[in-house]
């Protein structure tokens, strides 16, 4: 029975003041197995890791619906398959679960298909189911990069990675709901804060382009999403804070929360104690990680003729 393996990262959307249009990948992998079910009534999906026994395991599960929206987009009709996802990213912790399971489900299917979609048409597919492209950008194409949405395409572009810059994570344990998040922000906002955001994204972009970090503290604040947010989740504010003071070159929300991530080229491990002190100070647990931005997204692992257990 064919078989493939997709890892796919973990990733961070926003980057501060790039709501909405910039993404980075991480080094932190799910993996998703996937072979056709051959003779079965049904697909049958296993889950390792987060998400054992909280994921759907039916059709609404985000890897085999993004399975069958790629098959239903060519036009093919889809067999039973069997899926195995092996979740290490945390599920609602702003770091791309959802991008990571949508792109795993139209990457493995695509390979299935014999590659009939191109990088950029399995692009537009991911987002389409996500919603919004950042984090689906990231997840599929690595590194840094820019989306912006041109009626139905979307352009993407790279930004250079700087050598040996790195992330400082700090994840909660208590979750934080994408849909609440998104439905704290007002639909007006005012001409002062675009300016604001406009001014720090490109800004932000020049200086990671430019391996010019000291622009990044600026660079990365935003008036757009965090000030909404931050009230969900009121320690993040005081983290960031602690994470800039102990010498981040930027700290901002991943995503829509509740991770607080900063950036480091160097002082890793004070910026990680001191992010993990302030949260120790507002009574919250989790966990820190200090991981690289990966140049690569989602690939295909293996294409081998074991069966799939
Ligand atoms: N850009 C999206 C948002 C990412 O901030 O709502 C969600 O993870």
Redesign the pocket.
């Known amino acids: 029975m064919r078989n493939i393996t997709v890892k796919i990262p973990a990733t961070s959307?926003?980057l501060g003041s790039g709501?909405?249009c910039l993404?980075l990948a991480l080094d932190l992998w799910n993996t998703v197995r996937i072979a056709v079910n051959e003779g079965a009534e049904n697909s049958e999906i296993k889950i390792t890791g987060y998400g054992l026994g909280d994921l759907s395991t039916d059709n609404t599960n985000l890897v085999l619906k993004s399975v069958l929206n790629v098959y239903e987009h060519v036009g093919i009709a889809a067999p039973n398959f069997l899926i195995h996802c092996d979740n290490l990213i945390p599920l609602k912790r702003?770091l791309?679960s959802?991008?990571a399971a949508i792109v795993g489900g139209c990457v493995a299917a695509n390979q299935l298909l014999g590659e009939i979609l191109s990088i950029d048409e399995l692009l537009v597919r991911a987002s389409e189911i996500e919603g919004?492209s950042?984090?689906v950008v990231a997840a599929l194409m690595g590194g840094i990069k820019i989306v912006a949405k041109d009626n139905a395409s979307l352009m993407t572009a790279s930004v250079p990675t700087p050598n040996n810059l790195k992330t400082v994570l700090f994840i909660p344990d208590t979750s934080v709901s994408?849909l609440n998040?998104?439905n704290s922000?007002p639909s007006m906002v005012p001409y002062d804060d675009v300016v604001f955001n406009l001014s720090r994204v490109a800004l932000l972009v020049n200086s990671l382009a430019t391996d010019r970090l000291e622009g990044l503290v600026v660079g990365t604040q935003d008036r757009l999403?965090q000030p909404h947010?931050i009230p969900l989740f009121p320690p993040a504010g005081l983290i960031m804070k602690e994470a800039i003071k102990a010498g981040a070159l930027g700290a901002f929300?991943?995503?829509?929360g509740p991770t607080v991530l900063a950036l480091a080229r160097g002082r890793e491990m004070t910026i990680a104690y001191e992010m993990a002190e302030a949260a120790r100070k507002a009574n919250l647990d989790g966990n820190i990680m200090i991981t690289d931005i990966s140049a690569s997204g989602a690939y295909v692992v293996n294409d081998s003729d074991e069966e799939l257990k």
């Open positions: 959307a926003n709501f909405d993404g702003g791309g959802s991008a919004h950042d984090n994408t998040a998104r922000l999403h947010r929300l991943s995503g829509s």
